[in-house]
């Protein structure tokens, strides 16, 4: 079972990125410069998909959390 916290390179254009878990459950991001960070260490991050969002509000990626 992987646990949080999940690091990833940002998206192009994104402003806000957030992780829906499995559970329901939607984490926010914080940002560090071309990186994201989702933290939580009581979720798992297993089945869960990755959304970014431009200023517009309009999603523009979607992709699944990588495996191990």
Request: proline fraction near 7%; charge should be neutral; charged fraction near 15%.
């Amino acid at each position: 079972m992987r646990r949080l916290p999940t690091i990833g390179r940002s998206f192009t254009a994104g402003t806000a990125i957030e992780a829906s878990l499995i559970s329901g459950e939607v984490l926010p991001s914080r940002h560090y410069g071309v990186y994201f960070a989702i933290l939580a260490p009581e979720a798992t991050v297993e089945g869960a998909t990755v959304t970014a969002t431009g200023a517009d509000g309009r999603v523009i990626a979607t992709a699944p959390v990588p495996a191990g």
